[in-house]
């Protein structure tokens, strides 16, 4: 089994930045590829970037590229999310995902944290 536990989510202003962690727990092999996805109230969960435990970068997704940047520390087993530039458009939900493979839809992870809510003002 893996846990997953997120962090580092708040309030802030448009241009503003965050740095989300999800620290896990659990078999490495399970955590293969570590994702975030985050879901705005009315809309569907969206995948927003994932990483291979090698530190393959497996995607970012287009609204994301050149703001967002996704690592890993394999010794923490932690993952991280830097998001800088911050657009009220980024305002979600944020979640961890952890899996064998990356995916860009949600179903592709089996392990899931709590959340965590980022909200941007302009």
């Known amino acids: 089994q893996v846990q997953l536990v997120e962090s580092g989510g708040g309030s802030v202003q448009a241009g503003g930045s965050l740095r989300l962690s999800c620290a896990a727990s659990g078999y490495a092999y399970l955590m293969n590829c570590m994702g975030w996805f985050r879901q705005a109230p009315g809309k569907e969960r969206e995948g927003v970037a994932a990483?291979?435990?090698?530190?393959?970068?497996?995607y970012y997704t287009d609204s994301v590229k050149g703001r967002f940047t996704i690592s890993r520390d394999n010794a923490l087993n932690t993952a991280y999310l830097q998001m800088n530039s911050l657009e009220p458009e980024d305002t979600a939900m944020y979640y961890c995902a952890a899996g064998a493979l990356c995916g860009r839809t949600w179903t592709t992870y089996t392990y899931w944290g709590q959340g965590t809510q980022v909200t941007v003002s302009s």
């Open positions: 990483i291979y435990r090698n530190g393959g970068n497996f």
